[in-house]
């Protein structure tokens, strides 16, 4: 394929044996349509639940509609290529997915530092709570992280979609992700991937500082509460986010903050299903499992349902 211009590439994905595409194909449908399910239930019960009406489940709700974008990048071609045994994707297909993947993932990490402001603003700062956090204000927080991720991805995403690409147009992955694209280019892209990482490690490590920043002052001021319940009812508030900020995080930091080879990159697929499966998978059930007011808006929306179903029988 030298010195032709390349109109596909190739996603190696998981592995070519086809009974096991097969098997991976039924267990990736069902874990998507576990996750789409999950956060669409935390959209619906934050919409329709009075009690819910509070910025922590704005912002939780806007988290998930993230979530769903974000595996809805990836998961359905891979579904595709598992169950029609190709691999080939297009290069305008490429290209949109990963501009799709990466703005998501980065207004994620925007919305996540908003999440934690929040919780921080309402332990420590409770009786201004409701006047920081007004309506104006979270609204400007998800508006702020879709258009930051957006205009802090354009000029590389610009640069890469004008990198000339001439062979070989085989991605290690099962998705176009931009360092494996960057290293296909034939041309000197050390300057890009260099760019690159300035920016993850910007997007990344700079949000994950708020993070880390907001919850050494909430423990502090949790360790300060005198009485044990009201320790463990500020803790509660707390801890969903906390986890689902590791999951996220800790996979993001392992996929573009650390050393690259290609040794590494089964483990790198592994910890991108983790990232991009896993962690939307169990979102919903970590806020619901772990969140009081989640479990009895879920079981008072199931009754209301039930009744409903039951008065239209009769």
């Not at 290529?81 to 993932?105: D, E, H, P, R």
């Not at 490590?205 to 708020?210: A, K």
């Amino acid at each position: 394929m030298e010195n032709q211009t390349v109109t596909e590439f190739i996603l190696v994905g998981f592995t070519d044996v086809r009974w096991l595409q097969i098997l991976l194909f039924f267990l990736l449908l069902v874990v998507y349509l576990l996750t789409l399910l999950g956060n669409l239930v935390i959209i619906a019960i934050t919409l329709l639940d009075h009690r819910l009406q509070t910025p922590m489940y704005f912002l939780l709700r806007n988290f998930s509609v993230l979530e769903i974008a974000l595996i809805s990048t990836s998961i359905p071609r891979a579904l595709f290529n598992l169950a029609s045994g190709t691999k080939l994707i297009s290069c305008g297909g490429c290209f949109a997915q990963c501009f799709f993947y990466i703005t998501v993932g980065t207004a994620e990490f925007f919305l996540l530092a908003s999440m934690s402001f929040d919780r921080y603003v309402a332990i420590c700062k409770p009786l201004h709570y409701a006047s920081i956090m007004s309506n104006q204000l979270c609204t400007q927080l998800v508006l702020g992280s879709w258009i930051t991720s957006c205009l802090y991805i354009i000029v590389p995403f610009i640069l890469l979609a004008h990198l000339p690409f001439c062979g070989p147009n085989i991605i290690n992955h099962f998705y176009c992700d931009t360092m494996p694209m960057v290293k296909l280019a034939c041309t000197d892209t050390q300057n890009l991937q260099f760019f690159g990482l300035l920016l993850a490690t910007g997007s990344i490590l700079g949000t994950f500082s708020i993070n880390i920043t907001s919850y050494i002052k909430i423990f502090s001021a949790v360790l300060h509460i005198s009485s044990t319940s009201g320790r463990q009812k500020a803790f509660s508030t707390c801890i969903s986010h906390l986890i689902v900020v590791t999951i996220t995080y800790s996979s993001c930091i392992f996929m573009y903050l650390s050393p690259t080879g290609s040794g590494r990159m089964d483990l790198s697929k592994m910890v991108a299903v983790f990232n991009h499966v896993v962690g939307p998978l169990l979102n919903p059930f970590i806020y619901s499992l772990r969140n009081k007011q989640v479990k009895e808006a879920l079981k008072d929306t199931i009754s209301q349902m039930l009744k409903f179903v039951k008065g239209a029988k009769m």
